[in-house]
Every structure is written in structure tokens, then in C-alpha cells.
């Protein structure tokens, strides 16, 4: 994550998007800076794993700042993978 990026409670609702434009869900919540994903229900597996959410039965996942790339008005755009 580049220092300068800061995920707040304005970003709940925001599209979550890999580097190719792919969605992978919806930020649902915000909690003490971590974003909380509801992922895509058509999102591989593999990609998944990627993010660390692994094959556990949560509606949200968090999304590692490690991960964000950037922060605009309308999504979370993820780097690599």
C-alpha cells in the first residue's frame, strides 16, 4: 500500500477492483482502517487465495493494505496479485 493511502468509513460501498479491471466485490464495512470485502460470488477461488481469504464461510474478508494500489471516488483498485 503506498503510505499516502487511507481507507475510511467513506469508502464502505466502493467496488473492489484487481489490476485488470476485474471486480471482486464490495467494500462492506470499514474497521479501524481495514476494509471488509464481500466478495464477488463469481470470483475464483485461486484469486481468493491470492487475497488471503482462503476457503472459510465469512461474508466479509479483509483486504490487506499491503494489497490497495489505489483509492478513487468509486472503487479500490488492488495492484498485483
Not at 493511502?5 to 471486480?23: H, L, M, Q, R, S
Not at 463469481?42 to 490487506?64: C, F, H, N, R, V
Not at 483509492?71 to 495492484?79: A, F, Q, S
Request: negative net charge; without cysteine; charged residues 35%.
Amino acid at each position: 500500500m503506498t503510505p499516502d493511502i487511507e481507507v475510511t468509513d467513506a469508502d464502505e460501498g466502493k467496488t473492489v477492483v484487481g489490476p485488470n479491471g476485474d471486480e471482486f466485490g464490495r467494500v462492506a464495512e470499514v474497521r479501524h482502517g481495514t476494509a471488509y470485502v464481500d466478495p464477488d460470488p463469481s470470483m475464483a477461488d485461486a484469486i481468493m487465495s491470492k487475497l488471503g481469504w482462503g476457503d472459510s464461510d465469512e461474508d466479509t474478508y479483509p483486504l490487506q493494505e499491503e494489497r490497495i494500489e489505489s483509492v478513487t471516488d468509486d472503487e479500490i483498485r488492488l495492484g498485483d496479485l
